[in-house]
């Protein structure tokens, strides 16, 4: 099935760049035993494209269109459309420059990801599978305020400040990081204050994280990161009505409030 | 030793500020465990001030604007209210007490209000003790 759909793709690919219309494909290949982001042009060996692992490309189509790529195919799944929408919403990209091509994770991808929406909204390739909840969302709201502070203070505990998180999520797009200044930051300490540093960072990540996972997958310490930003993207959605990634709204944190909700407010 | 909150306030320079003076101006009876910080607009606050401020030992901490359609720069307390809602949702997940926050507004006029906010927020303070979450794993 896996290999069917890679053989599909691979035909599609090489398609799209003999028509011309996209300057490169952007896609994961491996070369020398390893797969990473690549921009496949015309003339390249298409057999060097593969989907899996997974692994976000749409920030890296920001450094491919900054390379001279007037417009590129991106080969993605849900979680980087979701990203991809919030990059345009942010004027990072533009959204006439990319053309995806969408396809749905499998059972098992969704499973490893703990995605609730595990396809695009446009799937070309694979089947939609239903998302998934992890079981720890139930435990942590249960838990009273004092055993949450200790849950989260031991599990940030952990934390060796490797940036990580940051560095692997595709919405981190800001050239100058808070986490970096010094202000916020205290520079050489391991691990960095608790609440300080993790709860900014969760603050950032509240109406733009897609729930890709990266930064978890990317912690060496497991840290439960992505369980803490499932939150705040329901929080999104029941004070806002946004949901990053899905909705076309403009970001609720950066517009100014309208109609009814000025009554609220007063 | 009885516990004295350690409170900050971020004071609008237009309204909550003005409040805050013609308080002091009237001699108004109000607690002295609040210092306040002077912004421009409810909106400079970022939440990077109040989760530094409760991350370095501060027992609560208020942020006071304008009313909403009184904002001298039209829109900044409205901005101001939506990051406060998802902070204190923020804080509850992490385990804070979201009680330790509060946002609120008061007019130029509002002196009264302002100081019995204060006497409020005090007394609300102490009865939730010190500051438990403050500092790092030092």
């Known amino acids: 099935m896996l290999v069917l759909m890679l053989e599909d793709i691979r035909k599609l690919v090489k398609k799209t760049l003999d028509g011309g219309k996209v300057d490169g494909v952007l896609a994961l290949w491996r070369e020398n035993g390893r797969v990473g982001p690549h921009l496949f042009v015309k003339g390249d060996d298409i057999s060097t494209l593969e989907i899996d692992p997974k692994y976000n490309l749409a920030a890296v189509a920001i450094l491919a269109l900054a390379s001279g790529a007037k417009k590129i195919a991106l080969i993605g799944r849900g979680c980087d459309e979701r990203a991809l929408v919030e990059l345009f919403k942010r004027y990072q990209i533009d959204e006439n420059a990319i053309e995806f091509i969408g396809m749905a994770c499998s059972a098992e991808q969704a499973k490893f990801c703990e995605c609730d929406i595990p396809y695009p909204t446009k799937i070309q390739f694979g089947k939609k599978v239903k998302g998934v909840v992890p079981p720890e969302l139930n435990d942590v709201n249960e838990m009273s305020l004092d055993e949450r502070f200790a849950y989260w203070r031991d599990a940030f505990a952990k934390c060796v400040k490797c940036y990580g998180c940051k560095n692997a999520c595709p919405v981190c797009v800001c050239e100058e990081c808070v986490l970096e200044d010094p202000m916020w930051v205290k520079k050489g300490e391991i691990p960095p204050a608790f609440p300080m540093f993790h709860l900014i960072r969760a603050y950032h990540m509240a109406d733009r994280c897609v729930q890709c996972y990266e930064c978890e997958e990317a912690c060496p310490m497991d840290i439960p990161l992505t369980l803490l930003y499932r939150q705040l993207r329901q929080d999104m959605k029941e004070l806002f009505d946004y949901l990053p990634g899905a909705s076309d709204a403009k970001p609720p944190l950066t517009t100014v409030l309208e109609d009814e909700k000025l009554e609220e407010g007063a | ?138």
């Open chain 2, 1 to 138: 030793m009885t516990f004295e909150p350690n409170i900050l306030a971020f004071c609008c320079n237009w309204c909550s500020y003005a409040a805050a003076d013609l308080a002091g101006i009237g001699r108004m009876d109000q607690p002295t465990n609040i210092k306040i910080v002077r912004v421009m607009c409810s909106g400079r606050v970022k939440p990077e001030f109040v989760i530094k401020a409760l991350s370095d030992g501060v027992d609560g901490v208020l942020i006071l604007g304008c009313h909403i359609g009184d904002c001298h720069y039209v829109t900044g307390n409205h901005r101001t209210l939506k990051r406060f809602q998802v902070l204190e949702r923020l804080l509850e997940h992490i385990g804070i007490d979201p009680r330790r926050i509060r946002l609120d507004w008061a007019s130029a006029a509002e002196a009264e209000p302002f100081s019995n906010m204060i006497r409020e927020f005090t007394e609300q303070i102490r009865e939730l003790g010190p500051n438990p979450y403050a500092g790092s794993y030092a």
